[in-house]
């Protein structure tokens, strides 16, 4: 089956820009997650969604993030006043429900601030 | 403060041979464990897990060990083959009871030799 996908692949934005970055969760999965990868790191959370509701959001840098699910499906990572620290990878990835434990991750986002 | 560490950046294996990769955390409230492939280019991919219930999983060539007394993990392959050579990262997760977010550490990088 299809497993979780993003767009754009890669995105280039000028600094100041607005971005949104898309998700599209395994069909079922009920938890949705954001992390953001920098390069020689390991993926650190951003945001978590059980449902339409964003249930933690600690991981999100500043209120410049913020993040979408409003029909419990497809989500959408938004960034304003983009910086050139804010240039990383950034994956989605979702489990069945709640209780699981395993994420499958979608092939991310390169997202480039010049 | 990194929560789960993976303190060797590379390793390199001889094909046939067994690869140990290891991990360590602080985090005493982890219950869950997890190792992910990571190809250059893609998402991490899910290998195995163990709950922190169990001291061993084996899936086919993949093993992973938990030593909870001393806050370590590790994973086996056996036999490596060259298709293996990819980043591996360790990730944890159960610190926060309300939401199932990893924590990833750093990687390690395996090459797998001919």
């Known amino acids: 089956g299809a497993g979780v996908s993003q767009t754009p692949s890669n995105k280039v934005t000028e600094k100041g820009k607005y971005v949104e970055l898309r998700c599209d969760p395994i069909?079922?999965?009920?938890?949705l997650y954001w992390y953001r990868q920098s390069l020689g790191q390991g993926p650190e959370f951003l945001i978590y969604?059980?449902?339409?509701?964003?249930?933690?959001d600690s991981g999100l840098p500043n209120d410049r993030f913020f993040a979408v699910r409003p029909e419990g499906s497809v989500s959408t990572l938004k960034i304003q006043r983009t910086e050139r620290g804010d240039s990383a990878v950034y994956l989605c990835?979702?489990?069945?429900?709640?209780?699981?434990?395993?994420?499958?991750f979608g092939p991310g986002t390169r997202l480039t601030v010049t | 403060d990194q929560q789960v560490k993976q303190n060797s950046p590379s390793l390199s294996v001889q094909e046939g041979r067994i690869s140990i990769l290891n991990c360590d955390y602080t985090n005493s409230m982890f219950d869950y464990f997890l190792w992910y492939k990571k190809y250059p280019a893609e998402g991490p991919t899910f290998l195995i897990s163990i709950s922190s219930i169990k001291d061993k999983n084996e899936d086919g060539r993949f093993t992973v060990f938990l030593n909870k007394s001393a806050k370590h993990l590790s994973l086996h392959i056996v036999p490596s083959q060259p298709g293996d050579s990819a980043v591996y990262f360790c990730a944890a997760s159960g610190a926060d009871g309300a939401t199932n977010k990893l924590i990833f550490g750093t990687g390690t990088l395996l090459a797998v030799q001919p």
């Open positions: 969604f059980q449902g339409t509701g964003a249930a933690d």
């Open positions: 990835a979702s489990s069945l429900d709640r209780s699981s434990k395993e994420q499958y």
């Open positions: 069909s079922g999965h009920t938890a």
